[in-house]
């Protein structure tokens, strides 16, 4: 039995028998881990809402193997990130970076980039970053981070590098962009070279640079869909959190 | 091999699906009520097929009853002026027991709960607004509890009931009765302050 302590955001909390939660965190330098907090329905106060959801704390757990569940000791809270609670679409666009990342990153794999884009964008939002502006970086660097980038340099089949030429396309299938001269493939999306450019930068600059990087109304309605579509197409399935942000109206045109 | 008669080992698969049962407690209940004195599982069975008949929600407020309105919402010794809004009927009996609230009620069913795709229309957050319309209310109390989704749920209400032109108001958080401020986390010390008021 290993006792470990480490800086963790909680992903989601959920009610697991009458007296135990069970905890997912994506912790700072061990990954995903999903453990069971004993006692933390009942006597709320030995984890003091120090497990509830978006919130960044200080875990201590029990890991008795390398893989399964972990026993939650201790939690001590660091931020509850409370500004998110008073605005709907804040709190639907945390709780849909926390969900993907949920999905995205692998049980036990050590990734210290995302949980710094994600605490780092949560902080963001708190702070009244407009939100949808924020998402769509957190999604951009997220698939970078997590292996999953799409090619935004040259086009996939003939090499032609992306600053040259007008418009764009996006493949998918093919994991990247298409000049125009490839006409007719299936299940592209159209990008503007703006847009390209935009979403090299927001691949590449550094974190603490990214969250100025500004996408204007063309450019969002040309992303939106594009990623969150490509985001489903790697997780295999949908997100749970789109339904209350298509409900709020915070996601007009989105898929 | 099954142990037991086809029909008591059915009987115990289905006790077995009730929260907080497991194979062995289904067999000893089964096996009790096998042997029961008198009718009790003559009487059991029928209660239980009657709940499923007659208990629904009310269609005003959401309470649990098997009268549409409830016995609540019908009762004109309340104050017809309050509505106090909470997020499950176990919510509002415990309200209820503790006798302080004379208004009426308005059960949410559930909160706000983006992760488990629950959002506004999945609420009776509309026929709340619907009813602060139609009806003459002066205030609306939220009573939901201070959880981060609680909080947020509360505070889209309450943003909503304004924009009718109706007062909100929610329930204090703070020290519980018997507590102590040592014991008390940082969290719930700031939101008792906050909620302080001029002494009596
Ligand atoms: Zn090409
Ligand atoms: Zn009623």
């Given at each position: 039995m290993v006792i470990r302590k480490n800086e963790a955001i909680i992903l989601r909390s959920r009610d697991y028998s009458e007296s135990d939660r069970l905890i997912t965190f994506f912790t700072k330098s061990n990954g995903r881990l999903t453990g069971i907090a004993k006692g933390a329905r009942r006597s709320k106060k030995r984890f003091v809402h120090s497990l509830e959801?978006?919130?960044?704390?200080t875990i201590a757990y029990a890991d008795r193997s390398t893989s399964g569940l972990v026993r939650i000791d201790a939690s001590e809270l660091r931020s509850a990130f409370t500004g998110l609670r008073g605005d709907l679409a804040r709190l639907g666009y945390a709780s849909l970076?926390?969900?993907?990342?949920?999905?995205?990153?692998?049980?036990?794999?050590?990734?210290?980039?995302?949980?710094?884009?994600?605490l780092q964008y949560l902080h963001q939002l708190e702070q009244g970053a407009d939100p949808e502006n924020t998402s769509l970086l957190f999604q951009v660097r997220m698939l970078s981070l997590s292996g999953y980038a799409p090619n935004f340099q040259t086009c996939v089949f003939c090499g032609q590098e992306a600053y040259s030429g007008k418009n764009w396309y996006v493949s998918i299938a093919e994991g990247?962009?298409?000049?125009?001269?490839?006409?007719?493939?299936?299940?592209?999306?159209?990008?503007?070279?703006?847009?390209?450019?935009?979403?090299?930068?927001?691949?590449?600059?550094s974190l603490t640079k990214l969250w100025r990087l500004r996408f204007d109304r063309k450019?969002?309605?040309?992303?939106?869909?594009?990623?969150?579509?490509?985001?489903?197409?790697?997780?295999?399935?949908?997100?749970?959190?789109?339904?209350?942000?298509?409900?709020?109206?915070?996601?007009?045109?989105?898929? | 091999?099954?142990?037991?008669?086809?029909?008591?080992?059915?009987?115990?698969?289905?006790?077995?699906?009730?929260?907080?049962?497991?194979?062995?407690t289904a067999a000893r209940l089964a096996l009790y009520l096998l042997r029961a004195p008198g009718d009790l599982a003559e009487s059991l069975s029928?209660?239980?097929?009657?709940?499923?008949?007659?208990?629904?929600?009310?269609?005003?407020?959401?309470n649990l009853s098997d009268e549409d309105p409830c016995h609540i919402c019908t009762d004109m010794s309340r104050d017809l002026g309050v509505i106090c809004v909470v997020e499950e009927v176990g919510d509002l009996l415990a309200l209820e027991k503790a006798g302080a609230f004379r208004g009426r009620y308005h059960v949410l069913q559930g909160v706000l709960a983006p992760l488990e795709g629950v959002g506004p229309d999945n609420l009776r957050i509309k026929e709340l607004l619907q009813r602060v319309q139609r009806e003459t209310i002066?205030?609306?109390?939220?009573?939901?509890?201070?959880?981060?989704?609680?909080?947020?749920?509360?505070?889209?209400?309450?943003?909503?009931?304004?924009?009718?032109?109706?007062n909100v108001s929610q329930i204090a958080l703070g020290i519980p009765m018997g507590g102590d401020l040592k014991y008390t986390d940082a969290v719930t010390l700031r939101r008792a302050l906050d909620g302080r008021r001029e002494s009596q």
């Open positions: 959801q978006l919130s960044y704390v970076s926390c969900e993907m990342v949920l999905e995205i990153s692998p049980e036990r794999q050590s990734n210290s980039a995302l949980f710094s884009l994600l990247g962009l298409l000049c125009t001269a490839h006409p007719g493939i299936h299940g592209t999306y159209p990008l503007s070279v703006g847009t390209v450019m935009l979403l090299r930068r927001a691949q590449q600059t450019s969002r309605e040309g992303c939106r869909v594009f990623l969150l579509d490509l985001i489903r197409h790697h997780l295999e399935k949908d997100l749970k959190s789109l339904k209350l942000l298509r409900q709020i109206g915070a996601l007009n045109a989105a898929g | 091999m099954p142990a037991y008669p086809p029909s008591l080992e059915r009987l115990i698969k289905h006790l077995s699906k009730l929260p907080g049962i497991g194979e062995k029928a209660s239980i097929l009657e709940v499923r008949r007659n208990i629904g929600l009310c269609s005003k407020c959401f002066r205030e609306v109390i939220l009573a939901i509890n201070p959880s981060a989704e609680g909080e947020a749920t509360a505070t889209y209400v309450a943003g909503l009931v304004r924009e009718k032109g109706v």
